[in-house]
């Protein structure tokens, strides 16, 4: 289970190590880009995935039950916890197919507030004001300091 997560992992860094290059990894005067931290990010995060992935198959042996004691802070245990991080997977997934159509910033709120109350069982306001600052912050960052061209979807006006 842990390998599939982490060649999952690895790929997902090539993918934003390749499509870092659309977003101009260095700009004129050899200033840093906006397309350096998704580079440098999807590198880092492929490389170690990578290694976790070759130590994880060189060391396979069963793993063993999980004590009932296991339980986190939140009383989940780890199967429910994995079950949870799969189900983030496919939300991320879907979430990367929907922002052609709804938009980057749109997709990633909606991304943000179904992990937030459907997965996290977080209240309703709270997961609000987290979807909402969340977009706020990558508006401010992508669009307005770096001005990085976001994909807008549907908000698009031309």
């Not at 130590?55 to 396979?60: K, L, T």
Request: net charge neutral; hydrophobic share 60%; glycine share 8%.
């Amino acid at each position: 289970m842990k390998a599939i997560a982490y060649a999952v992992l690895a790929c997902l860094g090539v993918a934003f190590f390749a499509g870092s290059f659309g977003y101009r990894v260095l700009l004129e005067h050899g200033q840093v880009g906006p397309g350096f931290l998704p580079m440098a990010a999807g590198a880092l995060l492929a490389v170690l995935n990578v290694v976790l992935l070759f130590q994880e198959v060189r060391q396979r042996r069963p793993e063993p039950e999980p004590a009932a004691d296991e339980l986190d802070i939140h009383g989940r245990t780890s199967r429910q916890r994995a079950r949870m991080l799969w189900w983030v997977y496919g939300l991320t997934l879907a979430a990367l197919l929907l922002v052609p159509i709804a938009g980057f910033l749109l997709s990633l709120g909606l991304l943000v507030l179904v992990i937030s109350t459907v997965i996290e069982r977080r209240p309703v306001p709270a997961s609000l004001a987290v979807t909402a600052l969340s977009v706020a912050v990558i508006y401010l960052v992508f669009v307005l300091f770096l001005e990085v061209p976001l994909p807008m979807g549907v908000l698009e006006t031309s």
